[in-house]
């Protein structure tokens, strides 16, 4: 079984900076990619940004510039760093963890950016 846990949200105002991780343990034979995705009130789930096994990574056009993802392998866990943020980046943000054992979703954590 796999578990993931996440971290770094919170309350910021409109223009700061937060950092998420999201930390994955359990019986990980073969990690693959991992991703955020974030939810606000009223809307779908959308992709914020992923990052594969070799460290390619993709972003929301929202975010380019923003926002970096990255890895740490040796610790299956991934991060993302959140700077200018407005308030429309609030949201409740989800990790997700794609491995040979399966998909997963971390509980979220709610980032809310005041303006």
């Known amino acids: 079984q796999v578990q993931l846990v996440e971290s770094g949200g919170g309350l910021v105002q409109n223009g700061g900076s937060l950092r998420l991780s999201c930390a994955a343990s359990g019986s990980i034979v073969s990690a693959y990619a991992m991703g955020w995705y974030r939810q606000a009130p009223g809307k779908q789930r959308e992709l914020v940004a992923s990052i594969t096994g070799s460290s390619r990574t993709t972003y929301a056009d929202s975010v380019k510039g923003r926002f970096t993802i990255s890895r740490d392998n040796t610790k299956n866990t991934a991060y993302l760093q959140m700077n200018s943020l407005k308030p429309e980046d609030t949201a409740i943000y989800y990790c997700?963890?794609?491995?040979?054992?399966?998909?997963?979703w971390g509980q979220g954590t709610q980032v809310t950016v005041s303006s």
């Open positions: 997700k963890f794609i491995a040979l054992e399966g998909v997963y």
